[in-house]
């Protein structure tokens, strides 16, 4: 009988690259054996057990902790391996299919760290090293008889497990954390040392660990911060497109290799995080490869380089890499000469657009990208009503608008054109840009201040700001801060007394804007050259000015009837107020109103008199009303310029001789009884406050009850904050006792008020002012203030000093003196006084005296008093009285003197 002999083994070699080590005896290959296709093969090592690595609790098993060693032979062989061209035998058909892998076979066989089998036969190192046994059921050969004596040497050696310290070669394992919100602000951003386990998926990986900071061993779920590939689906894990991909190209490059990862966020116990390695960031890998793609809420958690992921994925998409293959921009393309461009903001349309002018002279309206101004919340009872003055009916909306005009009014900016929004639901496109001034993105300023909101974005949709991500940074820090929009208190409500247009609200108001003098103002619209709107920010009143003195060319408008043609010159007129005054911080002083309850009155820019500068260009002409205000002359003088040089609306102009008019109306006398209070210092007039007799009653009522009140409630110290140009209570330093008074200038701890019953002014301190009840207000000022008509201080300053004196003098001596107006320069009536028994003049007395000098005044109603005041002159030349006693002071004027 013939006995069958056994066959030999089939011994199988391959070439490959370990891809990832699961044991100290378990290595796992993307490799090709000879003869066959590439595979990836587990190779268990033959001939040895390696310890047993700790393992995850389950629903069915409790938590297994490392056998001693374990951790060190894992990590051995992996530090030696990964990634590295490996050779492999193994014996064919003595494997089995892994059954965590059903693409994977389990082989056992031997594997040499170089190309072929004479390297390192990583085997007999791990055996050297007493990281791992020999196995005693393993078929006894000349190999296995090797991999003994190497065992005996090491135990001799008392190498690794061999050894007596083999209690602290086991590691604490932390499978899952309890607070993983605690623990990554413990790390305070510090990058920590880790070894990547297991890819989920190209954006997905666990992680393990481990630090010098901590004993433990964490394993977590680490998602890549800032970017999302494509994954796998359902109970079967069906792939997406391009997942497997990515997973492949990540755990080629970082499975099981060693990194630091800097853990960023939270999200559902899982951690966000970037992972940092000398070759590369991996996020921005996937991005540019076409692998992965930005998602906006994780991007806010990366701490450095938002801009680099950006670009990596735009360059992909622009070269339509794999998940973008199909990708179309979802906007209209935008020319690159059209992109950026240079200009200056002319005004600010509520919070988030702007019309700008540019170089070539012509406007652009445009919007500021990615972001919305503040609206009316659902939960206010406001909304939902039409408003007609939205920018001050919703909340914060007018302080950002404030905020840009401020900022950007009449001031260049960079702009930069991020998208178009194509015309819809009648709305006409728009111009999405960013603005910078000075390097500042300006949408960004305002999303940090909390003044505006940033717009969320489908995934796909990439028409947006090309600073997205910045704004998105800067609305979490406005939110975290409670900052405008995000704060919990209740919404600022801004109070508008809008005059425009109410003829009876414009004259309830009008007296006090017009005793308000010069008040600063905002120019929130322009009508035509002359005409604007205007508000006042320290009142609140929003209101209709009209220029005064002058009559501008009018420019074409529209109604409801059609359009109305301009005058000649109006619409450059109209562009010539609005380049120069539009949003613009003025000046305005009122002087009257017209029947439709708009203010006339004066405005200023720069201390440019607007009145006069369109006069000046040839806009406007000088009105009638223009000869009782103190800008006449300088009107006129504008005017003469223009019609010289033809400009405007004088191109046709020719100089007409004219018969001078004389003045056919008398002299109007009607005395007023008045008690001077108070001289004011001026450099050219005799400036003095009078009380009217018939005021008096009135006002020793009013202070008898004031001090009564604030003797029976005296005001709490400290408890007033002075504002300048507001009514007050002030106690008078001579007599203690409490008076009406206007706060004129608060400089540090000292304020200088007037009297505004008295004439007269005191510096003091908040301490000396209370708050003063309404109903004293009501009585008007009873000092009036008037200058003394028909004369001229002496231009010396001690000689100017000596006539006012003069002046007390007389008044104080000659009680009840009577007052008649003369004339007015601007809104200052100059006035002769008279004594009440012999009707003596007062200015007459001063000219006598040599205290002042007569002036002249061509209206021929005056000649008489003009004449009287003339020889009063002489008479104080002749006694050489005062000015005089030096000779005729007027004589300086001869050659000799230059």
């Not at 990836?40 to 390696?50: D, P």
């Not at 494997?95 to 389990?106: A, I, N, V, Y």
């Not at 995080?273 to 490869?289: F, V, W, Y």
């Not at 003088?637 to 400009?647: F, H, I, S, V, W």
């Amino acid at each position: 009988m013939t006995t069958q002999q056994q066959q030999p083994p089939t011994i199988v070699q391959g070439i490959g690259i370990v891809k990832q080590v699961n044991s100290g005896d378990t290595v796992v290959i993307r490799g090709q054996p000879k003869g066959g296709p590439p595979d990836e093969i587990t190779i268990i090592l033959t001939g040895i057990n390696a310890p047993k690595l700790a393992r995850r609790p389950t629903n069915n098993k409790e938590e297994e902790k490392d056998a001693s060693y374990a951790w060190e032979a894992r990590e051995f062989l992996r530090k030696k391996l990964i990634g590295k061209r490996v050779c492999f035998t193994y014996e064919k058909n003595k494997g089995q299919t892994s059954s965590s892998d059903k693409k994977s076979t389990r082989e056992y066989g031997i594997v040499y760290n170089g190309a072929d089998t004479s390297a390192e036969n990583v085997t007999e190192t791990l055996v050297s090293e007493g990281l791992v046994t020999v196995r005693s059921a393993a078929r006894n050969n000349e190999y296995v008889q090797k991999l003994m004596e190497l065992e005996e040497v090491a135990k001799a050696a008392g190498k690794g497990m061999h050894g007596s310290d083999t209690q602290d070669h086991v590691r604490d394992v932390r499978w899952s954390i309890d607070n993983p919100q605690n623990f990554k602000d413990s790390l305070n951003l510090k990058p920590v040392k880790a070894i990547v386990e297991h890819v989920v998926d190209g954006s997905t990986l666990r992680l393990v660990l481990y630090s010098d900071d901590f004993p433990e061993y964490y394993y977590i779920k680490l998602m890549l911060s800032g970017i999302r590939c494509n994954g796998f689906t359902g109970e079967e894990q069906t792939p997406e497109p391009f997942a497997e991909e990515a997973k492949f190209f990540t755990e080629c490059r970082l499975l099981q290799r060693d990194v630091e990862v800097l853990l960023e966020s939270v999200s559902n116990k899982n951690f966000l995080g970037t992972i940092i390695h000398p070759n590369g960031n991996i996020t921005e890998l996937l991005l540019s490869e076409g692998l992965a793609k930005c998602v906006d809420w994780s991007l806010q958690c990366v701490t450095s380089g938002i801009e680099k992921l950006r670009a990596a994925e735009k360059s992909a998409k622009e070269k339509r890499l794999r998940i973008w293959k199909d990708y179309a921009p979802s906007g209209p393309i935008i020319e690159a000469k059209e992109r950026e461009f240079l200009g200056k903001v002319i005004e600010v349309i509520n919070s988030d657009a702007m019309i700008i002018k540019l170089l070539d002279g012509s406007v652009k309206k445009i919007f500021l990208a990615s972001i919305r101004p503040p609206r009316m919340s659902e939960n206010n009872p406001d909304a939902g009503k039409p408003r007609t003055r939205a920018l001050y009916e919703v909340p914060y909306m007018f302080e950002a608008r404030e905020f840009l005009r401020k900022k950007l009014i009449g001031k260049k900016v960079n702009v930069t054109v991020d998208y178009k929004q194509p015309a819809n639901l009648g709305f006409p496109e728009k111009i999405c840009c960013t603005v910078t001034i000075g390097g500042i993105n300006v949408a960004e300023a305002l999303v940090s201040k909390g003044l505006a909101t940033v717009v969320r974005y489908r995934a796909d949709d990439d028409q947006r700001s090309a600073h997205y991500d910045e704004l998105l940074s800067a609305e979490t820090k406005a939110l975290k801060s409670g900052k405008g929009l995000h704060s919990k208190k209740e919404s600022p409500t801004l109070r508008i007394v809008d005059l425009s247009g109410d003829l009876k609200l414009s004259k309830q108001y009008f007296p006090i804007i017009q005793r308000g003098g010069k008040m600063e103002a905002v120019v929130e619209f322009v009508a035509s050259g002359s005409r604007l709107r205007v508000f006042l920010p320290r009142q609140n009143y929003l209101l209709t000015f009209l220029l005064g003195g002058i009559s501008c060319a009018r420019a074409a408008r529209e109604t409801p009837n059609g359009s109305i043609p301009g005058e000649p010159y109006g619409d450059a007129a109209l562009a010539f107020t609005k380049d120069l005054c539009l949003q613009q911080e003025v000046q305005i002083e009122v002087e009257a109103m017209d029947k439709a309850g708009n203010c006339i009155g004066w405005l200023w820019i720069d201390d440019v008199n607007l009145s006069e500068a369109l006069v000046t260009l040839g806009f406007a002409d000088i009105h009638p009303t223009a000869s009782r205000s103190s800008y006449y002359r300088a009107l006129q003088t504008a005017r003469e310029e223009a019609q010289k040089k033809k400009l405007k609306i004088w191109e046709n102009y020719e100089p007409v001789e004219l018969e001078p008019k004389e003045e056919l109306s008398d002299r109007v006398v009607n005395y007023k009884k008045v008690t001077i209070t108070e001289n004011k210092e001026d450099p050219s007039d005799l400036i003095f406050y009078a009380q009217h007799y018939d005021d008096g009653p009135k006002l020793e009522e009013l202070m008898t009850e004031l001090r009564q009140e604030f003797s029976s409630n005296p005001p709490l110290v400290g408890s007033y904050t002075p504002k300048k140009g507001e009514l007050c209570a002030a106690k008078y330093a001579e007599d203690d006792e409490w008076y009406r008074a206007k706060i004129i200038k608060i400089q540090g701890n000292q304020i200088l008020v007037l009297f505004i019953d008295y004439g007269n002014k005191e510096q003091t301190t908040a301490t000396q002012l209370a708050s003063l009840p309404a109903k004293y207000h009501t009585l008007p000022a009873c000092a009036h203030e008037y200058a003394l008509a028909f004369i001229k201080l002496p231009s010396d300053g001690d000689s100017a000093s000596d006539a006012r004196h003069g002046f007390y003098v007389e008044a104080s001596s000659n009680a009840g003196l009577l007052l008649n107006v003369e004339y007015k320069n601007g809104s200052l009536p100059y006035v002769t006084l008279v004594t009440p028994e012999e009707k003596e003049d007062i200015g007459k007395r001063l000219i006598e005296k040599g205290f002042v000098l007569a002036d002249k005044r061509p209206e021929k109603k005056y000649q008489k008093i003009v004449n009287d005041y003339k020889t009063a002159q002489e008479v104080a030349k002749k006694n050489r009285a005062n000015l005089w006693v030096y000779g005729d002071i007027t004589d300086d004027d001869a050659k000799e003197f230059g």
